[in-house]
Nanobody, 123 residues
């Protein structure tokens, strides 16, 4: 069956870094655009970043641009999110998602979702 499994979250001090990973199985990973979204307590889920099927095109939310980097390794069925210069406002559950037909910022256009990994930025 389809699975997306995130890892790499944790507690980090402001200014620190984390590398999030999402391993996919059960579908042809290279045929899917991949996205990262996040949801903080009491807030709606928001777009963070996306990468197209081959990895040559990326897009970022303005709040993370210049600090976060998305990448993918189709041989390993894995998408990554390198998060640098973390701020307390980056605290959220981070989700990866897969979209067969869209390279999009819109969560409704993603078919498959992981269970999320918690990122907490605090001193």
């Amino acid at each position: 069956q389809v699975q997306l499994v995130e890892s790499g979250g944790g507690l980090v001090q402001p200014g620190g870094s984390l590398r999030l990973s999402c391993v996919a199985s059960g579908f042809t990973f290279s045929n899917y655009a991949m996205g990262w979204f996040r949801q903080a307590p009491g807030q709606e889920r928001e777009f963070v970043s996306a990468i197209n099927w081959g990895g040559g095109t990326t897009v970022y939310a303005s709040s993370v641009k210049g600090r976060f980097t998305i990448s993918r390794d189709n041989a390993k069925n894995t998408v990554y999110l390198q998060t640098n210069s973390l701020k307390p406002e980056d605290t959220a559950v981070y989700y990866c998602a897969a979209s067969r037909h869209f390279f999009s910022r819109t969560d409704s256009q993603y078919e498959y979702w992981g269970q999320g990994t918690q990122v907490t930025v605090s001193s």
